[in-house]
């Protein structure tokens, strides 16, 4: 019971969203600077040598402070910015701080100085080079001018001598830290670009291992993985019928010989755009080779399956491809026929191509259909089912 109440109240206080959980963390722990700040106070208190009216107007800005980062994160108002950690913003807010402390400490004012360096190091992995030099010229100004303050308005526990040795090391330290925050950020953006870079490449080489540079449809190869997807799952579940059809570019050689290999291409690219803009989303149409494309029709028999190749048909002819003053219908021929469960892949892809070539013979620009050799053992198809789904995608 412990547990999911637990999570509960921390979803409560940290939101669910995992960055900014995180932001808020960061935010909340960087507060043990200040809980030192306070602890050193109360000591100094104790000691007499500071009011206990000083430690609670310091205690209570600090838990003001701390209120209005953690409102800003959780309340999602920090989202408008470019940096969502706010960390430049949080860092010169705790810097004011660590100096307002060092000026109301009395004798033990150096040992607040340590903390300078503390709150900068909370920054060195977030801030970016500017921001961090920004911080740093802030934290040797603001503290030079309250060492300079300090010096006038109470010099027994602010000697000049001491504090130009304590300038001098904020002056030498402060901005260290700052260039090395500066280098750290230099190294990040450069492995963000490297890493930007890499998943770029990985996202190209992906495409180009299953995609057909030219036409933009799968490759031959990825065809492959599809097509033996199909056949698995048809045959563990007896269901899910589909038909393979190849489909040949009529007279392509002539275009490539009269207009150049160029427009040839242009007729590729258009084929596949609007065979591809004819098909249901389920189908797979691939580039197989030159100018031959093989159509993966799922879950339909070949009579249906046509109507899908009749669609390509259609759109094709209502949109011949148009380059500059030239005009070029573009057909084709295809070879249908269905799967038949059990039956080696390569088997029906050939008893397609047989069909095209019946095609090609009978006068080009129309399909013929191969009938499957086990027909009789094929799985029952609902064929109501099937033709309601061509028709919607045909609509």
Not at 127 to 156: E, F, H, Q
Not at 193 to 213: C, F, G, M, N, Y
Request: positive net charge; aromatic residues 6%.
């Amino acid at each position: 019971m412990r547990t999911p109440t637990l999570r509960r109240l921390a979803d409560v206080v940290f939101t669910t969203d995992a960055k900014q959980r995180l932001r808020i963390t960061r935010s909340l722990l960087a507060t043990s600077v200040y809980v030192i700040c306070v602890a050193l106070m109360g000591y100094a208190c104790w000691a007499g040598f500071m009011d206990i009216g000083d430690v609670q107007v310091f205690t209570v800005l600090i838990v003001i402070n701390a209120l209005v980062w953690y409102a800003a994160l959780r309340s999602g108002f920090n989202l408008r910015f470019e940096d969502p950690a706010l960390t430049l913003p949080q860092i010169l807010a705790s810097l004011t701080l660590i100096v307002g402390a060092y000026s109301i400490t009395g004798p033990i004012h150096g040992s607040t100085m340590m903390l300078l360096t503390l709150v900068m190091v909370f920054g060195i992995f977030n801030l970016k080079a500017r921001a961090s030099k920004i911080a740093a010229a802030y934290t040797v100004t603001l503290m030079g001018l309250a060492m300079v303050y300090k010096m006038r308005t109470d010099p027994v526990y602010y000697p000049l001598k001491l504090e130009v040795a304590h300038f001098v090391l904020t002056a030498s330290i402060v901005p260290t830290i700052s260039m090395l925050a500066a280098q750290l950020s230099s190294l990040r953006a450069k492995l963000q670009a490297q890493k930007d870079e890499l998943a770029q490449a990985v996202t190209r080489i992906q495409i180009l291992a299953t995609r057909d540079e030219l036409t933009g449809l799968c490759n031959r190869r990825h065809m492959r993985d599809v097509l033996n997807q199909h056949q698995q799952r048809l045959g563990r579940s007896g269901f899910h019928p589909f038909c393979l059809a190849i489909l040949d570019l009529d007279h392509f050689k002539r275009v490539n010989d009269t207009h150049g290999h160029g427009v040839g291409d242009e007729v590729l690219r258009h084929f596949a755009e609007q065979a591809h803009a004819a098909l249901r989303e389920v189908d797979v149409l691939a580039r197989w080779g030159g100018e031959e494309f093989l159509l993966l029709l799922v879950n339909t028999t070949p009579d249906l399956a046509q109507l899908g190749i009749e669609r390509i048909r259609d759109k094709l002819s209502k949109s011949p491809l148009v380059l500059d003053q030239l005009i070029l219908p573009v057909t084709f021929s295809a070879g249908l026929t269905g799967y038949s469960n059990g039956e080696p892949l390569d088997t029906c892809i050939e008893r397609a191509d047989r069909a095209l070539y019946e095609a090609k013979k009978n006068g080009r620009n129309r399909t013929e259909i191969a009938v499957e050799q086990a027909h009789l053992h094929a799985p029952p198809v609902d064929a109501t089912a099937t033709a309601a789904a061509h028709d919607q995608s045909a609509a």
